[in-house]
């Protein structure tokens, strides 16, 4: 039972620093955050890249699972793909995303998550180097690219997405709009205005 919930009290905390800090983050603040010594961290998971792909995989998982969710609950193109954008944004996936996801179909450098992060409670940047995950399969991520795809073809071929933006421009969307603030009323607030501002930057517009 104490293994069991030592595991959970670990992914939680990873979820939580990689979350604030990006995957650079050490282990040793993922080890701080659940409480429990670094050592019982490398028990569970013997390199901190087991951990990130951990992590990583259960975000792809989820996300995959809100965008079926949008896809089956909302019979309006647009309605469905802008559901999907908030109910990521407001779980905070964005913060999650891992690199490889967001890289799909654009220029590399262009599609990197800013590691640049707020540290909580200081206001303060912390620069943290980004070690993206590398999964050994990508089966995952490539279900969370195919559902997301209809999303988007849908919505533009409905004529409500601007032609040019692409599935990696909507998990983008996704990153941008999940900012991490010490505050969780303000982080709210925060993810809805900036989202509202980029679904309007996506949206297609009469000639």
Same mark, same amino acid.
């Given at each position: ?11 939680? %905390? ?10 650079? %983050? ?16 490398? &028990?569970?998971?013997?390199?901190? *890249?087991?951990?990130? &792909? ?20 909302? *019979?309006?193109?647009? $309605? ?5 954008? &908030? ?32 540290? =909580? ?28 795809? &209809? ?11 601007? %032609? *040019? ?17 010490? *505050? %969780? ?5 925060? $993810? ?11 949206? $297609?517009? =009469?000639?």
């Amino acid at each position: 039972m104490d293994a069991q919930r030592n595991l959970q009290h670990v992914l939680r %905390a990873a979820r939580e620093v990689f979350g604030e800090l990006g995957y650079g %983050a050490p282990m040793e603040d993922v080890a701080r955050r659940a409480r429990v010594g670094v050592g019982t961290v490398y &028990r569970r998971f013997p390199s901190k *890249d087991v951990l990130v &792909r951990r992590i990583a995989e259960e975000e792809i998982s989820r996300l995959t699972e809100q965008a079926r969710a949008a896809l089956g609950q909302e *019979d309006e193109p647009w $309605s469905a793909l802008s559901r999907f954008l &908030r109910t990521s944004v407001a779980s905070g996936a964005g913060r999650l995303l891992p690199p490889q996801v967001l890289r799909v179909g654009v220029v590399e450098d262009h599609a990197r998550v800013p590691q640049q992060r707020t540290q =909580p409670g200081t206001g303060e940047l912390r620069l943290v180097p980004e070690e993206p995950p590398a999964p050994e399969d990508d089966a995952g991520a490539s279900q969370l690219l195919e559902v997301v795809g &209809r999303l988007v073809e849908r919505a533009r071929a409905a004529g409500e997405l601007r %032609a *040019d933006v692409t599935v990696s421009d909507v998990l983008l969307v996704i990153a941008t709009a999940a900012p991490s603030l010490p *505050d %969780a009323a303000q982080q709210a607030a925060a $993810s809805a205005r900036l989202l509202d501002i980029l679904l309007e930057g996506l949206r $297609s517009r =009469p000639a």
